[in-house]
């Protein structure tokens, strides 16, 4: 099984495709940064709207690292799916549209093996991209626009929030983020996988994954209550940017952030389990699926 | 009507009949400010804002005759009710030309104050009216109420301690009205957590407080004019 | 001789087809066995049920002396294979892909190993470039190498000799040939071609539509001996009826249509005469020589209907 885990591995550095993603990723992140180093100011102004007109604001170092790294994942993690898929969807429809599966199958390994390693590896991809999007987005956001208290920007229901954390309370959270993301990324690839056991060119399920994706996202974004009430809950979408929750720091009476704190942590544990939950359910049709399916590519 | 008249003459001319000691009391007020040429002031402000989660910053508050004024904090971001220059009394009442009208009485706390109003001679200021609390016999403002063309209505509570004889606050309670907040919905694809159900209370949303309390004051010891550009 | 694949009774169903209609067969340590069918008729299903691609409908399939179903593992690990096209990791070398390939088959891999099996066929050469450069050729030698590095008892190849140039083929065939000769392999080769099959099996099996035509060895049905004679007369019902009383009963194929005869060649004319003297009018009195012939006698009739001309 590790033997097979490292071919996996071994694979997938190898093929070009694989690059693309920490390309665009990087190229992504870098036009963020260039575009805040330069002009980061009027973005922040949007933000603030009208808060300026009964506050003096010292923003100068307000678009600091820790900011850029939170807009930067806020609309990447959005794209992210379609990197994971393009690595994952292809990971059983890939070899069966090279005709490698059939050669693969005939192979001492058993076809539960071969999805649970290929998921494993899928699942490292998924982590690498996103620990290449943490040195991108955090660290180097770090090095360009250095350190200073965070201000989230939050709609939370009727109302529109600005959330100040103070930079010592930082750190944790986007490690917190970060895994969270990679179990939300995670669900993706195991989905992803589940529509490539019954493809068999690597296209489909790609475009059927990133499809499935953009159409409950969008549904999740529709801000109708018989939605939020009812359609909502069931679409693991809605978990996707559980990871914010990290950054929705509880406060006091008064409104002051309490160091430490998370505003909701029961519910962003119920997200959590609620992917985790869908990525077993996702693998369990993968292997089932794959286990029933005759070869005849 | 009669009655109405009788009750309004009656207020002119009582106010007529005190508008010398008012003033005579601000000035006696502006003198004790005015042994105060400059000041740095350390201590913490809590914000209060419905929309605004911020952390108690600490800050640093300069001043120098006549005018100047300016609010620092120790870190890079920080957010300071625009009202707040008016922390010091000496931007209320060292602007020169005013009348006063003397108000009657009131009580804050167990303490009686003489309530005066302050209406700006000139038609340009920003103030169209401050109405000061003053406990008499210390010779202390209490609190001040002003209504700006502007920025609304601020008001302010001052509470005096170990400063007490340079008449400089130990806390200031600054309320203030602020602008409703709102972003533009889908921006930011929050991650609901079915919290944000409940209803909002619009009027309550729309006052702010801050509330700053001085630990330290180093007075007339000299503050550079590059503080304040 | 010990049997090495053991099918009985074999059926599968796609979409409502029978694309393996019970089937039956047995190969024999040592055997170069012949899996011949046209397109469609089942070959490539029952080549992928012995590799495990393909889920049976029902049947068993026994190979080295286990039911593959419950020894998938062990037995796979003696097996290779190449089925219809030979596929690699376009991206990788030639070198990387039969790594890869070795170690999926459970052995130890060596760079001597590995570049002693490139040698054999003639890639060590190329050995570092990238499998998405090379011809058909070199990709079906390659191919070849990986079916055999892992040294399986069993040996399966569908359709071999697909895409291959001439000298391809030939030199497949020498190395099936030597496989089972030299190396003592077991090998199920097969081909829509007799000719191929004609050249490298010992024993082989004719299947069509799922079904088993016929099965035996190579020898015996190029032996003159038993050699297919097919006879068309004016009344083939009134033929038949007499040659079932007569001594040429035993030589009597069953068939639809046309007369057939298994015998040999050198009682032709005593048939004729026989035939002449008991008043049955002949239109044709045909011997198959060509085990193609023989095939295509028994997977499509249709081509024999017609009076033979010459």
């Not at chain 2, 009391?25 to 105060?36: A, G, M, N, S, T």
Request: charged letters at 20%; hydrophobic letters at 45%; aromatic letters at 8%.
């Amino acid at each position: 099984m590790w033997n097979l885990f490292q071919i996996e591995l071994y694979k997938i550095s190898r093929r070009p495709r694989t690059y693309i993603s920490f390309a665009a990723i990087t190229a992504i992140i870098v036009i963020f940064q260039f575009a805040f180093k330069a002009d980061g100011e009027s973005y922040m102004n949007l933000l603030l709207q009208n808060v300026q007109d009964n506050f003096t604001l010292d923003k100068g170092k307000a678009i600091n690292g820790y900011f850029m790294c939170y807009i930067i994942l806020n609309t990447l993690l959005i794209q992210v799916p379609i990197l994971i898929a393009l690595i994952a969807g292809d990971a059983i429809s890939g070899e069966a549209n090279m005709g490698t599966l059939r050669l693969l199958l005939t192979k001492p390994i058993s076809r539960t093996q071969i999805i649970l390693v290929k998921f494993a590896a899928s699942f490292v991809y998924t982590i690498a991209l996103l620990i290449w999007m943490a040195v991108m987005a955090l660290f180097v956001s770090l090095a360009i626009f250095g350190v200073d208290d965070m201000l989230i920007f939050r709609v939370k229901g009727e109302e529109s929030q600005i959330l100040q954390i103070t930079q010592d309370d930082i750190m944790w959270r986007y490690f917190a983020a970060f895994a969270y993301a990679a179990v939300a990324l995670t669900v993706i690839a195991a989905l992803a996988m589940v529509l490539s056991v019954f493809a068999e060119n690597s296209i489909g399920p790609i475009i059927a994954t990133v499809c499935i994706v953009i159409v409950c996202t969008v549904v999740s974004n529709i801000n109708v209550p018989i939605i939020d009430d009812n359609v909502k809950p069931w679409l693991f979408t809605s978990y996707l940017v559980g990871w914010k929750g990290f950054f929705y720091i509880n406060s006091t009476e008064d409104g002051v952030p309490i160091k430490g704190s998370l505003e909701n942590w029961p519910a962003i544990r119920n997200s959590l389990l609620i992917l985790v939950a869908h990525i077993f359910i996702l693998l369990g049709i993968a292997i089932t699926a794959f286990r029933k399916k005759d070869i005849l590519s | 009507m009669k009655k109405i008249l009788s009750v309004l003459s009656f207020i002119l001319l009582a106010t007529a009949a005190t508008a010398q000691d008012v003033e005579a009391l601000i000035q006696k007020i502006k003198q004790k400010l005015d042994q105060v040429k400059d000041y740095e002031a350390s201590g913490k402000m809590k914000t209060n804002v419905a929309f605004l989660k911020v952390p108690v910053a600490d800050i640093k508050l300069y001043f120098k005759k006549p005018d100047k004024i300016k609010f620092k904090t120790s870190k890079g971001v920080s957010f300071i009710p625009k009202g707040a220059v008016s922390v010091n009394l000496n931007n209320i009442l060292g602007n020169g030309k005013y009348t006063a009208l003397d108000a009657g009485t009131d009580k804050i706390g167990s303490t009686v104050v003489r309530i005066v109003k302050l209406l700006p001679e000139d038609d340009n200021s920003d103030v169209v009216l401050s109405t000061l609390y003053i406990d008499e016999t210390n010779l202390l403002v209490r609190k001040t109420k002003t209504t700006t063309k502007e920025n609304g209505t601020y008001e302010l509570e001052l509470t005096y301690g170990k400063y007490i004889s340079y008449a400089l606050p130990d806390k200031i309670i600054f309320s203030f009205n602020t602008k409703d907040y709102k972003l533009p919905k889908g921006v930011t694809f929050d991650f609901d957590d079915g919290t944000a159900k409940k209803p909002v209370n619009k009027e309550k949303n729309k006052k702010g407080r801050a509330e700053i309390v001085f630990s330290s004051y180093k007075i007339n010891q000299g503050v550079a004019d590059a503080v304040f550009l | 001789m010990s049997v090495i694949v053991s099918v009985q009774q074999l059926f599968k169903e796609f979409d409502g087809v029978k694309a393996v209609n019970d089937l039956s067969f047995t190969v024999n340590e040592g055997d170069v066995y012949g899996f011949l069918g046209q397109n469609g008729a089942g070959k490539s299903t029952t080549i992928r049920m012995l590799l495990t691609l393909v889920k049976p409908g029902s049947g068993s399939i026994k190979i080295f002396d286990k039911e593959l179903a419950a020894n998938r593992s062990e037995i796979l690990r003696q097996t290779g294979a190449i089925i219809e096209r030979p596929d690699m990791y376009k991206y990788l070398s030639a070198y990387d892909n039969l790594s890869v390939f070795a170690r999926l088959s459970g052995i130890k891999v060596s760079r001597k190993l590995l570049m002693d099996q490139l040698e054999k066929v003639d890639l060590a050469q190329r050995y570092n470039s990238k499998v998405k450069t090379f011809s058909q050729g070199m990709k079906q030698r390659l191919g070849i190498a990986i079916a055999l590095v892992h040294d399986p008892k069993l040996i399966i190849l569908d359709e071999p000799t697909n895409g291959l140039d001439p000298q391809g083929i030939a030199d497949m065939r020498k190395l099936i040939i030597n496989l089972s000769k030299e190396q003592g392999k077991t090998v199920i080769v097969s081909s829509h071609l007799l000719s191929e099959i004609e050249v490298m099996a010992n024993r082989m099996i004719v299947i069509d539509k799922g079904k088993k035509i016929a099965e035996g060895a190579v020898s015996e049905m190029l032996d003159p001996s038993s050699t297919i004679v097919q006879l068309e007369t004016t009344n083939n019902e009134k033929a038949l009826n007499l040659l079932h009383q007569s001594q040429w009963n035993a030589f009597v194929e069953p068939s639809a249509g046309l007369i057939k005869f298994r015998m040999n060649k050198n009682e032709i004319p005593s048939l004729a005469a026989w035939l002449i003297q008991n008043d049955i009018g002949i239109i044709a009195l045909q011997p198959k020589h060509s085990l193609e012939e023989y095939f295509l006698s028994l997977t499509n009739p249709e081509n024999h209907v017609e009076p033979v001309s010459n």
